[in-house]
C-alpha cells in the first residue's frame, strides 16, 4: 500500500506562482509513476503532469505544458509540482497519485491517491 499526502496549495493571483508537494510512503518510491490529476467543481477528473519512475521522463497535459514542471527526489520520496503563469482555470483540488506499471505516457491505471490539495486562482 501507497500512502500520499499532498501539501502546499493556497490561493494566488492570476499570473503568479505555486509549489505543491507530495510525500510518499508505503512501497519504494523509486518503483512508483507519479502524477497530478485536477478536479474542478462539475468537471471530471483531469490529467495534469507524470513522472517516470527515475524522473527522465515526463508526460504533459495539454492544458499546463509550457507552465507546470514535475520533479522528484527519490531520496526524499517526494514528487513536486511547480505551477507557473496560473490561471483562473487553473482552480481546482490537485491530486498525486501513484502506479507501480504500465508507463508514464499512459495517463491511466493509477492505484493510489492523495486527500488532495486545493489551488484557488483569482483573477
Known amino acids: 500500500q501507497v500512502q500520499l499526502v499532498e501539501s502546499g496549495g493556497g490561493l494566488v493571483q492570476a499570473g503568479g506562482s505555486l509549489r505543491l508537494s507530495c510525500a510518499a510512503s508505503?512501497?519504494?518510491?523509486?518503483?512508483?509513476?507519479m502524477g497530478w490529476f485536477r478536479q474542478a467543481p462539475g468537471n471530471e477528473r483531469e490529467f495534469v503532469i507524470a513522472?517516470?519512475?527515475?524522473?527522465?521522463?515526463?508526460k504533459y497535459g495539454d492544458s499546463v505544458k509550457g507552465r507546470f514542471t514535475i520533479s522528484r527526489d527519490n531520496a526524499k520520496n517526494m514528487v513536486y509540482l511547480q505551477m507557473n503563469s496560473l490561471k483562473p482555470e487553473d482552480t481546482a483540488v490537485y491530486y498525486c497519485?501513484?502506479?507501480?506499471?504500465?508507463?508514464?505516457?499512459?495517463?491511466?491505471?493509477?492505484?493510489?491517491w492523495g486527500q488532495g490539495a486545493q489551488v484557488t486562482v483569482s483573477s
Open positions: 513522472i517516470s519512475r527515475s524522473g527522465g521522463t515526463t
Open positions: 497519485a501513484a502506479k507501480r506499471g504500465s508507463s508514464v505516457m499512459v495517463v491511466a491505471d493509477y492505484e493510489y
Open positions: 508505503g512501497r519504494t518510491f523509486s518503483d512508483l509513476i
